[in-house]
């Protein structure tokens, strides 16, 4: 199984109000730091994450975590390609003094 986000990406997260089972979130885990995961279960003790790659961290590593770790979920992904083309085009640099 692959990584729901291919190397290159660049993925937008929105902090929530409520998180449900099957939401890409971001995670400041206890353990591992930041970390971007699936919701595979929502408890009154926290959250199960799970991976969608087979070289993912097992749930079973990761424990049950306080939803208060989450720090946003998944609202957009750019494929690697676009990524790599909006980063080194001169058009998506602005001089220091345009903000």
């Known amino acids: 199984m692959l990584p ?3 190397p290159g990406s660049y993925a937008l997260f929105r902090r929530s109000r409520g998180y449900g089972v099957g939401q890409t979130v971001l995670v400041d885990h206890p353990q591992f730091g930041r970390i971007v995961k ?3 279960d929502v408890s009154e003790q926290g959250v199960s994450l799970h991976g969608t790659s087979q070289f993912s961290t097992s749930s079973e590593a990761l424990g049950v975590v306080p939803s208060s770790t989450l720090m946003g979920r998944l609202v957009w992904v750019s494929p690697p390609r676009l990524a790599k ?9 602005f001089p220091s003094s345009s903000f």
């Open 4 to 6: 729901g986000l291919q």
């Open 38 to 40: 699936r919701i595979s």
């Open 85 to 93: 083309t909006a980063r080194d085009t001169p058009e998506t640099q």
